[in-house]
């Protein structure tokens, strides 16, 4: 078996999972919120992260200027991409699909706080680590999934479909597929080969959503200022972000049987009548919203 970086809730990639958890924190005080995620502190509260992370609003008027520019605007961000995919994947589960899987699941909690419908079986794809960092913190709550959940501890840099397979998982079955916060980490080699093991584990009638971000977003993102920015978070997202040879997904998802569509991410902020500034604002200038069916 091949070894690869392993990490946890608070070092590289797993510390943006504890990132996005804090931007759900913070939506989550909102009185006009689009999604309410009270795992979401519990989480940040038992996490001994590397840098502050702010577990209410309050906490962010405390930071440098620039570090609460990129918290209100990540957390901003947050609450519509949440709600967008929440609605997909309840309008699949609705529509009749009872599987769902949710690679890189890091620190989501869908499986708890979403109204499944009887019979959604849930499995949640990451890290070890991660997954038991985030079932302990859920365990000593005391809390208790809306739906059948799955655990699949292994790399996506693994054979993650035979993984997937041994935890129970039919690719007989129709399925709901949820790459949330995953495509830009991936290169564009990984990333193919993502969407196309996706593929050959979809049976007729499954659906996929994913988070896209355009090549144009690089200047940006490389920009000094920037970098200074996501450091906040304490990772520097220039180096985790894959852009070279990057196409978008939805050509080759359509020469694969799917039929995409895909939706600019300010489009849906706006039909959320939620503005987003500041530098996650200008990042979501190039991020789109896919989905398809198969």
Known sequence: MPEFEQWDIVTGVGL???????????????ADRLVSDPWADAFLA??????????????????SAVARDMWTS???YLGVRSQFFDRF???AAVGGITQVVVP???????????EWPPGVELFEIDQARVLEFKDGVLDRLGTRPRCGRHLVP????????????????????????LAEGLLPFLPAAAERLFFDRISRLSAPGSRLAAEHLAPSVRPLVEDPAFRAATRALGVDLADLWHFD??????GALTADGWDVRSVPAHQVAAAYRRELHGVMGR???HSRFLTAER
């Open 16 to 30: 943006t999972a504890l990132g996005v958890a804090a931007g759900r924190a913070l939506e989550t005080e909102r």
């Open 245 to 250: 040879g990057k196409a978008d997904p939805g």
């Open 89 to 91: 994947l309840m309008t």
């Open 74 to 76: 990540m957390a901003d």
């Open 104 to 114: 890189a699941a890091g620190l989501d909690a869908r499986a708890f706080r979403l």
């Open 283 to 285: 990042t979501v200038e």
């Open 154 to 177: 292994v790399d996506l840099r693994d054979d993650w479909p035979a993984a997937l397979r041994d935890a129970g998982f039919d690719p007989g079955r129709a399925t709901a597929w």
């Open 46 to 63: 038992e996490a001994d992260a590397p840098v502050p992370v702010p577990r209410r609003r309050a906490d962010v008027a405390r930071l």
